[in-house]
């Protein structure tokens, strides 16, 4: 009976909290899912596993490192008679939420690991309403969980967000996911399947977009009192909290000799224990998938060891862990071996081992208001270019890309006068971007218009989602 009242009264409040929207808005946020199928929609798979798993539980919380960094399956079988729970999704939805979302479903002997990325973002008060309306759009009673303040940025946007889902729905259609960026990638335990991460695709093995910094100005005070606040009302619920860092790749990361100072720094500020080290996350960069922060499938495996071997010294567990260690795989990414090369005399471009980058302009270059970026030089693949080739430039209207390019610099446009950046290629997840990528400047993104709805809800090109428009 209590529980019926209990469910009745959370349905009352999520009702009442949505009735607070202008009608329309009321009536789309509330209407059937449709980012149920892209890489969102893990929030609802997440929170039923939360709530349905029994026993002793290992629960995971934080941001898109931990389904990419950790082999669920390998922890209960070293583990015996706990089950696990990976309870991360997407940074972009701020680690504080997760810990809010987290919470509730929590029990008495739970022991909860919160292991956020090493960046600005993660380790901060960051909350991002439209996002979280996209992975809540299966799963809209979560709302309930949220901080007021949450829930107030979420009124706020639900404007925003149902004039986002209207066209779906009046098509009939669903948002799509884009290659493992899809709630299919997910195994029973909420892991990114292995097979679909199989090596390191990133051009020189990591991303220049995000790099990772151990300054202890990198993590907001604000947040660390989140993290305390959640730890006490863990605590009082009879579950332990522990911090674990988070998987970093080596090649990215700014200044090694600060690590040390970085976890003195938060172990004194921290009101419960650190697991593990840092040093022991800072990974070969051939370990990483397709940013600094996700593993690929050998990477996986070895940071699950990792987080094994830190469980088993806490729990004073002297057998040996079965799991062995992965040699890291060679780097690898896809290549264009086709397109349009009218343009090339108009840029100045290098050589790499296995790839080319174009630097600069030619004078001539510098002088048109369409270009369109080669494919190939000397035979090998033109996969990007630098970050100030077009920023500034006064000339430029329209750049088209081709499915050559790899990756796109922070701020690459910043300051010129370029208006539309048509990109013809329909896999965003080949792309390596940014939530910078337009800074600095007020061009919007024109991609086919069948990979509209793949770019728009993708895992990185999602936060550019009202730039983003098709063509024919």
């Known amino acids: 009976m209590k529980r019926i009242v209990k469910i009745w009264i959370a349905a009352l409040t999520m009702g009442l909290s949505l009735l607070s929207l202008p009608g329309v808005a009321t009536v ?16 609802a798979l997440k929170r039923s596993l939360l709530a349905k798993k029994e026993g002793k539980r290992i629960v995971l919380i934080g941001g898109s490192a931990l389904p990419f960094g950790i082999r669920s399956c390998l922890v209960e079988e070293e ?33 909860a690991i919160i292991s956020p990325e090493q960046n600005e973002q993660t380790l901060s008060m960051y909350f991002s309403p439209r996002d979280m309306w996209r992975a809540m759009d299966d799963c809209k009673d979560a709302l309930l969980d949220l901080s007021e303040a949450d829930r107030r940025s979420m009124i706020g946007d639900a404007l925003g967000f149902s ?21 299919s990638s997910f195994d029973e335990y909420g892991d990114i399947r292995k097979n679909l991460i199989p090596s390191n695709k990133m051009l020189e ?13 990198v993590i907001e005070d604000a947040f660390i009192g989140k993290m305390n606040s959640f730890a006490i009302t863990a605590r009082n619920k009879g579950i332990k909290t522990f911090y674990w860092f988070a998987p970093a790749n080596h090649s990215a990361v700014l200044e090694n ?24 996350a800072v990974m070969n960069a051939r370990y990483f998938y397709d940013s600094n922060f996700h ?30 260690p992965l040699p890291p795989p060679p780097l690898e990414y896809e290549e264009s071996h086709s397109g349009n090369n009218a343009d090339l005399e108009y840029f100045n471009i290098v050589e790499e081992e296995s790839y080319c980058r174009i630097v600069s302009l030619t004078e001539e270059g510098k002088k048109m208001t369409s270009l369109t970026v080669p494919y190939l030089y000397n035979d090998k693949v033109i996969a990007t270019f630098d970050q100030n080739v077009f920023a500034g430039n006064q000339s430029l209207q329209t750049i088209v890309l081709q499915d050559n390019v790899r990756r796109i610099d922070n701020a690459s446009f910043a300051g010129s006068s370029i208006t539309r950046i048509e990109i013809h290629n329909d ?10 990528l337009l800074e600095g400047c007020s061009a919007n993104v024109y991609v086919p218009w069948y990979a509209l709805s793949k770019y728009r809800s993708n895992y990185f090109w999602s936060a550019h989602a009202d730039r983003i428009f098709g063509f024919r």
């Open 295 to 324: 593993l690929n499938g050998n990477g996986s495996q070895n940071n699950t060891i990792r987080l094994i071997n830190d469980l088993k010294a806490l729990f004073r567990d002297s057998s040996k862990t079965a799991a062995q």
């Open 427 to 436: 896999a965003p997840s080949s792309v390596a971007v940014s939530y910078r």
């Open 79 to 111: 583990l015996p008679g706990y089950s696990v729970v990976n309870f991360g999704l997407y940074a972009a939805l701020g680690t504080e939420s997760m810990l809010d979302l987290a919470l509730p479903r929590l029990r008495d002997g739970d022991i």
């Open 257 to 280: 000799r600060e690590i040390d100072s970085f976890y003195a720094y938060l172990n004194e500020k921290l009101d419960f224990p650190i697991l593990g080290n840092p040093h022991s």
């Open 163 to 183: 004039s986002e889902k209207l066209p779906y729905l009046m098509r009939g259609e669903k948002a799509e996911g884009d290659g493992v960026y899809a709630r």
């Open 205 to 217: 093995g990591f991303d220049p977009n995000q790099m990772i910094s151990f300054s202890n100005d």
């Open 28 to 43: 789309v946020v509330a209407s059937p899912p449709v980012y149920d199928e892209t890489f969102f929609g893990g929030l």
